[in-house]
C-alpha cells in the first residue's frame, strides 16, 4: 500500500494569503491521472478539488491550482477566501488500492 | 443532475453488521463506479472498497477484506456495502462516492455508530 504524507498537518493563515499544502507518495505515482484533491468541511461530504493531478473540478475557482509528478504533489490556493478554510485531503490509486493522506486542515489566523 | 442518496444512521452493537445503502440517479448507473470512504470521528479519510455496477467486480481495502462485502442492484441503481464483525472503531460517517481515479459526485454520508 502506497502511503501518502501530508504537510503541514495544520495551515493558519489570513483571507488574502497564499495556502500551498503538500503531499508526498511513498514511492513514485506512474501516473499523475491516479493523483487527487478534495476538501471536506465539517458535516458536509467531501467536495472534489482537483483530479489528474491538476485538473480544476466543475465549479472550483481558478484560485485552486494542483501540480506534481513523481512523489510530490502541492495543491496552491493563491488568495484564501473564506469559503476555503476546510480540511484538504489528497487521495493516490495504486496496485489496485486507493489511499487518503492523512488531510490538512486550513484554519483562519 | 447525478446525484447519490445513502440511507439513514445506524446503531449496532459490537459484533453486529450493518448494510447501507447508495441509490443514484440522474445518471446511467452502470457507466460509473462508485467508492466507498469512511471518517471516523477525530480521523482522516479512508478508502474501503469499490464496485463497478456493469458486473459487479469489487476491490476491497486490504484491511477490509473478510469483512466488507459490496454488491449493486442495477434494477433500482442501488450499490450496498455490508460490513461485518463491528467494532467500536467502526464508528464512523459512511460515504459512496462515484468515480474510479477520482469521486466527483458524494452522498450525504450514512452515520454508523457502534456501541454495546
Known amino acids: 500500500e502506497i502511503v501518502l504524507t501530508q504537510s503541514p498537518g495544520t495551515l493558519s493563515l489570513s483571507p488574502g494569503e497564499r495556502a500551498t499544502l503538500s503531499c508526498r507518495a511513498g514511492q513514485s505515482v506512474s501516473s499523475t491521472s491516479y493523483l487527487t484533491w478534495y476538501q471536506q468541511k465539517p458535516g458536509q461530504a467531501p467536495r472534489l478539488v482537483i483530479y489528474r493531478t491538476s485538473s480544476r473540478a466543475t465549479g472550483i475557482p481558478d484560485r485552486f491550482s494542483g501540480r506534481g509528478s513523481g512523489t510530490d504533489f502541492t495543491l496552491t490556493i493563491s488568495r484564501l477566501e473564506p469559503e476555503d478554510f476546510a480540511v484538504y485531503f489528497c487521495?493516490?490509486?495504486?496496485?489496485?488500492?486507493?489511499?487518503f493522506g492523512q488531510g490538512t486542515r486550513v484554519d483562519i489566523k | 443532475q447525478a446525484q447519490l442518496v445513502q440511507s439513514g444512521p445506524e446503531m449496532k452493537k459490537p459484533g453486529a453488521s450493518v448494510k447501507v445503502s447508495c441509490k443514484a440517479s440522474g445518471y446511467t448507473f452502470t457507466t460509473y463506479y462508485v467508492q466507498w470512504v469512511r471518517r471516523a470521528p477525530g480521523q482522516g479519510l479512508e478508502w474501503v472498497a469499490i464496485?463497478?455496477?456493469?458486473?459487479?467486480?469489487?476491490n476491497i481495502a486490504q484491511k477490509f477484506l473478510g469483512r466488507v462485502t459490496v454488491t449493486g442492484v442495477t434494477s433500482t441503481s442501488t450499490v450496498y456495502m455490508e460490513l461485518t464483525g463491528l467494532k467500536p472503531d467502526d464508528t464512523a460517517v459512511y460515504y459512496c462516492?462515484?468515480?474510479?481515479?477520482?469521486?466527483?459526485?458524494w452522498g450525504q454520508g450514512t452515520t454508523v455508530t457502534v456501541s454495546s
Open positions: 487521495q493516490l490509486y495504486g496496485d489496485s488500492q486507493w489511499t
Open positions: 462516492a462515484r468515480g474510479f481515479y477520482s469521486a466527483d459526485v
Open positions: 464496485i463497478n455496477p456493469s458486473g459487479g467486480r469489487t
